[in-house]
């Protein structure tokens, strides 16, 4: 009998110590960066079953057991910490980001998810491939930027925005844009009037898996645009200055000048009084018509001798005429190489 009460003691015992390891675990989950509270956060045990996730406002509550040693906190995007089990009943936890993963983040229109869950094809140009490219216009960096973007050249007017495919012309008579979302809003302005110096990266949808979510509107592609936002950090300049040139590409074909230019013209003018006028002329009547026409024809004379006296009868250039300017050659000053610079200072901040 006295045996079988002491294994009744230890039994009771052993179940009284279990029963008060038992307890509720509380507190609440914040960023280490901006210390707002993170709310869904995946709080599991270690060494027992139980998983809850946290409220809106970041706070969590776990019963543990004698059997749990630990607890993890996950969450997309951060680093995925644990913390040990103490006596304490509250356990206030902050989760550093962790920027080695957000490359494995996809933006979609309602929220993000993993590369590996994308079935759809997505192209991504980051800040620092934009500052590679020099380039005056956002469109214009797409080009050669993934297969199956085509980028046309714009007619040449400041300011313009270059054409863009997506998976070639999806429409005879609609628009056969893409549809261009900036910071999670849809853009329907100039894609040539966002600073490409803004922009932290640039994700092109370009088949339908991928740009399903934005309806009909994102037929032809989507082009989601994410710009830069203020960090806290130490302040640095940066500046980048680029230079260029533009001329011919084909070198200019020869050309007459003045004194050769009338007598062709006289030559001209004497042909069609000889061979096309009705009555024709002789070759004598027609030359005096000639040399009495050609500033007629021309309208303006250069020279310094009277307009019907420029080419004589004979069709050579009176010996006496020289011109009034000492450059005729206009056209030298507007096919000189002009030279191109820009001179670009960024403030920003570096971590």
């Known amino acids: 009998m006295k045996k079988l009460l002491q294994s009744l003691f230890v039994l009771l015992f052993v179940a009284f110590n279990a029963m008060a390891q038992d307890r509720t675990i509380t507190g609440t989950v914040t960023s280490t960066e901006e210390g707002f509270p993170l709310p869904g956060v995946s709080v599991k045990l270690i060494g027992s079953q139980g998983v809850v996730a946290t409220g809106g406002d970041g706070k969590y509550s776990i019963r543990i057991t004698s059997t749990t040693t630990a607890i993890q906190f996950s969450y997309l995007g951060y680093v995925t910490k644990t913390v040990n089990i103490t006596s304490s009943n509250v356990v206030n936890v902050g989760l550093a980001t962790d920027s080695k993963t957000l490359s494995d983040v996809v933006v979609v229109a309602y929220g993000t998810q993993k590369k590996e869950a994308i079935t759809g094809s997505v192209s991504n140009l980051t800040a620092k491939d934009l500052e590679t490219r020099t380039v005056t216009n956002v469109a214009a960096a797409l080009q050669g930027s993934a297969p199956g973007i085509s980028v046309g050249a714009s007619n040449g007017q400041p300011g313009s925005t270059p054409t863009i495919r997506i998976r070639g012309f999806g429409s005879f008579s609609a628009s056969n844009a893409p549809l261009y979302v900036v910071d999670g809003s849809v853009y329907d302005g100039s894609i040539g009037d966002i600073n490409q110096n803004d922009i932290e990266s640039i994700s092109v949808l370009k088949d339908a898996s991928s740009s399903a979510l934005y309806g009909s509107r994102g037929a032809n592609g989507v082009v989601i645009i994410t710009t830069k936002r203020g960090k806290s950090s130490q302040p640095t300049i940066n500046a980048n200055v680029v230079q260029g040139f533009s001329e011919r590409g084909i070198p200019e074909y020869d050309r007459v000048n003045a004194y050769e ?13 000889m061979y096309n006028a009705s009555p024709a002329l002789s070759e004598a009547a027609a030359s005096t018509r000639a040399s009495a026409d050609v500033f007629t024809n021309l309208v303006y004379n250069p020279f310094n001798v009277p ?14 005429a020289s011109l009034l300017y000492d450059n005729f050659d206009w056209y030298d000053a507007i096919k000189k190489t002009r030279k191109k610079n820009r001179c670009q200072l960024k403030l920003f901040w570096k971590n």
């Open 307 to 320: 307009g019907g006296q420029i080419v004589g009868t004979d069709g050579k250039i009176n010996p006496n």
């Open 261 to 273: 230019y009338y007598p062709l013209v006289w030559q001209g003018i004497k042909n069609n009084l």
